[in-house]
């Protein structure tokens, strides 16, 4: 199978931007016809304070989001402009800067690294011309962006605080696949598509099939680290096997059966991500492993041992150093990567927030009553005491916007309560009602801001037992140094 040079421009994936569009967004979108959405999310963060975004969202009108007139791309801020990365956030969920630190952070690594990902297509086409200095230089050109990935990962710390994530952030992200532990066994039921309305009790079980699960927002839905995981011919394996990394015999293989594309990386989590990017970035992902080599390369042309006590000068030398180099940054990212989960996921989780939280109710809902069996006797005054809304409260007790102002303790009936409407099985409003309003979901009672104790698994948005995963992944990388 004869070599195409692979483009960016090919996958939309800009030369300058990476994988980050070369367009800045749309502050607004132009078109009267959105207003009303837009007139939501003037006041956003206020309706969410106010506990009247759920019923807001479900009185706005039902409008297109393919209405042919919406310019996506054009922009009215044509001297905002991304090359000098002078990035901000339109909007936040929480309102908290530590929230727009946290995006801008994860952007400014995508911006970066674009340099890195020219830097992978000249190292392929090098490899196919067998040019070795040319393979080496490209491998530095990785390596510089990946020291940037590095350095611009740690400034993480100086503006989104590890409470302030744990808290009043992550629950915004989080999705409903793996999500059982907090209470999302099947996923969310979403009112209205695939005739759910029609659902009667007698046929839960086909109900229970449409629920769909999708993994939060995380990081990992980047595609910028697959991309180099590719090029560096790091395989990561499903989590808790162990895998082997390409040894001298398989690159021979691979480099006998040119074109024969790599199997794709077996971590079912990290293929799975593939689903949430565009579709010209996962298509360049596949393209990628078909391609490149380069791993092969450095391995038969360094596989001589007596190079350890080559000349320094020797270009056999240079280019395993400068492949090292990339596989050491690699490492060093995860590193720090696992370090960040620990302190602003591990940590928090552990000490719980500052003060004694209060649990919730969901009230359960109109459209599909539970089971008369599996109802839960909750009464009016119990569910005040919990911090519902029966009885009118004028000013419910929320714990999910500021556990440190909640004053009451857990009660232990009031936890079984709601254990029980967690985890019946026919009881399927309790999904519907909780999941997809993070307001009311994720207090300390059963979303992922909550905390755990000595023995349960903290998962990250995207639903991974998280440290497992990820320690996994960072020895993977360790092992394909050669
Ligand atoms: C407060 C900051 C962050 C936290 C708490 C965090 C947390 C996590 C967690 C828990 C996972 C496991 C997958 C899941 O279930 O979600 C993950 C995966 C991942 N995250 Fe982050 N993350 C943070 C910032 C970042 C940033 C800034 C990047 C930059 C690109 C990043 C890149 C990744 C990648 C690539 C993965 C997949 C695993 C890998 O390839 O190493 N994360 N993250």
């Not at 994936?13 to 994988?19: A, C, E, K, L, Y």
């Not at 293929?271 to 010209?280: E, K, L, S």
């Not at 209060?358 to 005040?384: K, L």
């Amino acid at each position: 199978m004869s070599y195409t040079p692979l483009r960016l421009e090919d996958y939309d994936i800009s030369p300058t931007h990476g994988f980050l569009p070369s367009k800045p967004p749309l502050r607004r979108l132009p078109d009267p016809y959105y207003t009303p959405w837009e007139q939501i999310m003037e006041r956003f963060n206020q309706f969410v304070l106010a506990h009247q975004i759920r019923r807001l969202v479900r009185k706005a009108l039902l409008l297109s989001q393919t209405l042919e007139r919406v310019a996506i791309g054009k922009t009215s801020q044509a001297d905002r402009p991304f090359p000098n990365f002078n990035l901000g956030t339109i909007h936040t969920f929480s309102g908290s800067t530590d929230e727009s630190w946290f995006y801008l952070v994860t952007t400014a690594i995508e911006a970066k690294c674009a340099r890195g990902l020219n830097a992978i297509i000249a190292a392929v086409e090098a490899v196919e011309h067998n040019d070795i200095e040319r393979v080496t230089y490209s491998l530095q050109q990785m390596a510089l962006s990946l020291i940037d990935a590095n350095f611009i990962l740690e400034r993480m710390y100086e503006r989104c605080d590890p409470y302030v994530f744990y808290w009043k952030i992550r629950a915004f992200l989080a999705g409903w696949e793996n999500m059982a532990e907090a209470g999302l066994p099947y996923g969310v039921l979403y009112e209205g598509v695939d005739d759910t309305d029609k659902f009667s009790l007698d046929n839960w079980q086909s109900l229970i099939r449409r629920f769909r699960k999708y993994a939060g927002g995380s990081a990992a839905q980047t595609p910028l680290l697959q991309a180099f995981d590719i090029a560096l011919g790091i395989k990561h394996y499903p989590t808790g096997e162990k895998g082997q990394q390409t040894s001298v015999a398989d690159a021979r293989n691979r480099l006998r059966n040119h074109g024969v594309p790599e199997p794709p990386v077996a971590n079912s989590y990290l293929v799975q991500m593939r689903n949430y990017m565009p579709g010209g970035h996962r298509r360049f992902l596949e393209d990628l492993a078909g391609a490149c080599r380069v791993r092969e390369y450095v391995l038969l042309t360094c596989s001589d041992s007596l190079l350890l006590l080559g000349r320094s000068d020797d270009p056999r030398v240079l280019l395993r150093r400068a492949y090292n180099d990339c596989v050491d940054l690699m490492k060093s990212f995860r590193d720090k990567h696992i370090m960040i989960v620990s302190r602003y996921i591990i940590a928090p989780a552990k000490s719980g927030p500052s003060i004694p939280q209060r649990v919730s109710v969901a009230a359960p809902s109109r459209a599909v009553p539970p089971a008369p069996e599996n109802r839960v006797p909750v009464n009016y005054a119990s569910r005040r005491m919990l911090g519902g809304r029966a009885g009118g409260d004028s000013l419910p007790a929320d714990p999910t916007m500021y556990p440190q102002t909640n004053t009451s303790a857990i009660r232990p009936t009031e936890v079984q309560v709601t254990k029980s409407l967690n985890w019946d099985l026919p009881n399927m409003n309790r999904s519907k009602t909780t999941s997809p309003e993070p307001v009311a979901g994720h207090g300390s009672k059963s979303g992922l801001a909550r905390q755990l104790d000595g023995n349960a698994i903290a998962r990250g948005t995207g639903g991974t037992d998280a440290m497992q995963f990820l320690k996994q992944v960072r020895n993977e990388t360790a092992h394909t140094k050669i």
